[in-house]
């Protein structure tokens, strides 16, 4: 168990701005029906542009590599966008279209954790905000 205290890990919050001026915490796991930790598998992957590596890429994603130079130019999380309005997206289905609650952009923040004690958990690292 001692070994975890050392091993630095990142970690993300969602969030969501509600039409009222809320800022509020979405799970995911409320909004797609999976595994907790499957979700957020997919969100660290999303950030690391790890579906740009593969040997045949998505269209959109060949195009994206190219108009950015290389899979090295990428901006961490350049497909992150498109995951938080699918999340937007998903929440608001659940909401009458008049709702003040319904989110009219969804935010992700990333920290990290450097290890070695249990403190210093909440050391900021960028944001993501998607406008619905």
Known sequence: MARDLE???SYCVLRGETVSGKTIEIRPIELVNAMSGRTWT????TIDNRSFGLSSPHPDNGLLLSQ?????????G???PDLLSAWGNL???RLPANSPDRLKAVL????????GRYADYSTYVMSWRKHL
């Open 108 to 115: 992700l923040d990333q920290y990290q954790w450097s290890g």
């Open 68 to 76: 950015f130079g290389g899979i090295q130019k990428l901006p961490p």
């Open 7 to 9: 091993t630095a890990r």
């Open 91 to 93: 929440y608001n289905t």
């Open 42 to 45: 997919m969100v660290n992957f």
């Open 78 to 80: 350049v497909r992150i």
